[in-house]
Structures are given as C-alpha cells and as structure tokens.
C-alpha cells in the first residue's frame, strides 16, 4: 500500500501537527482519538460526548481539519456522541492508501467509516465540502 501525503516537507508536517493540537486544545470538553481503518486507509477520528448518545459526524470543509469544531463541540456532544473525522484526503491526521475522486469513493469511504464505528444510523453535519461529501 503506498502512503499519500499532503505535506511538501517534514518541517510542514512538524508545523501542521503543532497547530493541529493547538486548536484541538480548544475543545473544551473531554475527547479521545480513534484511529480506524477503512479500504481508503486509517482514519483519524476525534470523538467526544457519552457513548449513550446518538451519534452525530461531523465533516470539515477543505484544508482544514476537525480541531476547527471547537466553538461549536461543546454544545454538540451535550446532546451526541460527537465523530470528527479527518477526511482521508485532506490534510490531517490520518493515513490515507488513495484519495477520494468520485461520489462513489466518497459512498465507500463513509461506509467504511462507520462500519468501522459499528455505527449504523448517524446525523451528518458537513461544511463546504463535507456537505458534499454528505451528500454523496
């Protein structure tokens, strides 16, 4: 399986983590990582809220990562189980074996992605491509 990166240097990929974790600090209420893998490779997911609420997925725009939900992730995992992937062809932390390219791959990726959750039935929020990915 060939790895797919979105960083030019390693110097960059120092600097993305470093303000990843930053903004991730910002998520004011308690979180953990999950790393799941999929046909599209891992998949880095930050989840918060208690495990007996629904569960709500959530997917950021382009070029940007989950950490971006913080002002809205307390109030959210109040009422759900809260799921912030990183899109496995963005930029993030994940491992990603091919991009996304069609609808279909968007179909498969989520598919995948929740069977590797065991979620069944989720509310989905997306942001400008995520919507997209949403939809598809």
Same mark, same amino acid.
């Given at each position: 399986m060939s790895i797919i990166s979105r960083f030019r240097t390693p110097e960059g990929a120092v600097q993305f983590f470093a303000a990843y974790d930053a903004t991730l600090a910002l998520w004011d209420v308690p979180h953990e990582a999950l790393d799941v893998e999929t046909s599209?490779?891992?998949t880095h997911?930050?989840?918060?809220?208690?495990?007996?609420?629904? /569960?709500?997925?959530? +997917?950021?725009? @382009?070029?940007?990562?989950?950490?971006?939900w913080y002002p809205t992730i307390a109030p959210?995992?109040?009422?759900?189980?809260v799921y912030a992937p990183d899109a496995v062809d963005q930029?993030?932390?994940?491992? /990603?074996?091919?991009? +996304?390219?069609? @609808?279909?791959d968007c179909f498969d990726w989520h598919c995948g992605l929740l069977d590797a959750l065991k979620l069944e039935r989720v509310t989905v929020i997306g942001h400008?491509?995520?919507?997209?990915?949403?939809?598809?």
């Open positions: 599209f490779g891992t997911v930050n989840v918060a809220g208690s495990a007996d609420l629904p /569960p709500l997925v959530l +997917l950021h725009a @382009p070029q940007i990562s989950p950490p971006v959210l995992s109040r009422h759900f189980r930029i993030g932390r994940r491992v /990603p074996s091919r991009r +996304l390219k069609t @609808p279909k400008s491509q995520g919507g997209w990915q949403a939809l598809n």
